[in-house]
């Protein structure tokens, strides 16, 4: 279990990075999803099930879909 | 140089972090924690005690964070709202898939939601958490048909209704008990880890719940409709 978390902090680290340094905006949005997601699962890991509940139906679901809904939007008003 | 600087500036930050606490080591919760803790089930009769915290000992704090939420939607509704003039999108028709799974999903998911919230005093979750999941079913049935439109109506209705039977669950215990979101002799506490028990808990979090339903569903359904300006002849968008 304690690799477990070692690799899933690292997979963190990563996409945050990646996140920072991609130059598609989707892409972007969709890694910080993934950010959220492992956070929500260390916050299980760590016993604070209400928060990782939290985390993930708002910080990996909704906010990544108004994400991409933001960007097809101003997307479609520079064209 | 400055680079230089913000990595010292940093490294600083992370000094002062690692300071904080210490890492790995669980910290002695205070004196006000260590009371919730001894008497948490006590007063309340709450198999959750992050849910007693929450609503009860911590209910005013709620109540405003549920005011921001409140705020934060009218405002991103205030500036996206439909002006006259504008040109809907003709939007493409979504897939097949997305329909059909949109219309199986839809009802569980919302039952899954109302679950959450209803037993928010019982296990983990609450009324954040179930409002979030009914926003999310709301979603995916707005994308699989964009133009399938919200009761804007009923909505309003519902959401002005639980704000202010939240308010009015308080005015209860300040009557009864002579505190505001007071639980104490409001409604009997009932048998510990049974659906009908924790007084008003569960009551106010399913208020939280619908609440927030409404609000993050018409929030989506302002976001996803907003129309583009109309390519006008003066040049103003």
Not at chain 2, 58 to 67: A, H, K, N, P, S
Not at chain 2, 74 to 92: I, M, S, T, W
Not at chain 2, 227 to 236: M, W, Y
Request: aromatic share 8%; hydrophobic share 50%.
């Amino acid at each position: 279990m304690m690799y477990l978390d070692l690799l899933v902090c690292l997979v963190l680290v990563l996409s945050g990075v990646a996140a920072m340094n991609t130059r598609n905006l989707v892409s972007a949005a969709v890694m910080v999803g993934v950010v959220s997601l492992l956070v929500s699962y260390l916050f299980l890991r760590m016993g604070a099930p209400d928060v990782a509940m939290t985390e993930a139906s708002i910080g990996a679901g909704l906010s990544t879909i108004i994400f991409l809904i933001a960007i097809r939007r101003t997307e479609e008003e520079e064209r | 140089m400055k680079q230089i600087l913000s990595v010292v500036l940093l490294l600083a930050m992370g000094w002062f972090l690692v300071g904080l606490v210490p890492l790995g080591q669980p910290t002695e919760p205070g004196r006000v924690a260590q009371h919730y803790i001894d008497n948490g089930i006590d007063e309340n009769r709450g198999a959750n005690l992050v849910t007693s915290v929450i609503v009860n000992y911590r209910g005013f704090d709620t109540l405003g964070e549920v005011t921001v939420l409140f705020l934060s939607v009218a405002g991103a509704g205030f500036v996206l709202r439909r002006r006259d003039g504008l040109v809907r999108h003709e939007h493409r028709p979504s897939s097949e898939i997305l329909q059909t799974g949109a219309r199986m999903l839809f009802a569980p998911i919302v039952v899954f939601g109302a679950y959450i919230f209803v037993h928010g005093h019982l296990s983990p979750g609450g009324g954040f958490q179930g409002g979030a999941v009914i926003a999310s079913a709301v979603m995916l049935l707005l994308l699989a048909d964009r133009s399938h439109h919200l009761p804007h109506g009923l909505m309003h209705w519902l959401e002005s209704m639980a704000g202010f039977g939240y308010v009015m669950a308080g005015v209860a215990g300040l009557v009864v008990a002579g505190s505001f979101l007071s639980n104490q002799g409001v409604l009997p506490l009932g048998t510990w880890n049974r659906l009908f028990s924790a007084g008003i808990i569960p009551i106010i979090y399913i208020l939280v719940g619908l609440k927030v339903g409404t609000e993050l569903s018409s929030l989506l359904d302002v976001m996803i409709d907003t129309g583009r300006p109309a390519r006008q002849e003066g040049g103003r968008s």
